[in-house]
């Protein structure tokens, strides 16, 4: 069992910034996929931004060039720098461990962004 507890989340105007941190319990978040996700009242939840083992990279077409997923392993974190904010982008966030079959998630972290 991996737990993961994402922190980082709050209230900021249009155009602020915001870095979620999720960490991981243990040490074996360096073989996973790490995935930010987010979840929207009345909405589906979708994938933001993924990071592998490797550390390559893919965001959805509506945060690239704005949010930045990164990984420490040796701290056993992974991050999401959130920058030039809009409204839109008010969500629950959700960090997400992937290997192989196994997935874990996080208890999700609000982000309201204020036009």
């Known amino acids: 069992q991996v737990q993961l507890v994402e922190s980082g989340g709050g209230l900021v105007q249009a155009g602020g910034s915001l870095r979620l941190s999720c960490a991981a319990s243990g ?7 790490m995935n930010w996700y987010r979840q929207a009242p009345g ?13 390559k990279t893919n965001y959805a077409d509506s945060v690239k060039g704005r949010f ?25 966030y959700y960090c997400n461990f992937h290997f192989a079959t196994i997935d874990f998630w996080g208890q999700g972290t ?4 204020s036009s």
């Open 68 to 92: 930045t997923i990164s990984r420490d392993n040796a701290k056993n974190t992974v991050y999401l720098q959130m920058n030039s904010l809009r409204p839109e982008d008010t969500a629950v």
């Open 43 to 55: 909405k589906q939840r979708e994938l933001v931004a993924i990071i592998d083992s490797g550390g």
């Open 27 to 33: 040490s074996i978040l360096s073989i996973a996929t």
């Open 110 to 113: 609000q982000v309201t962004v």
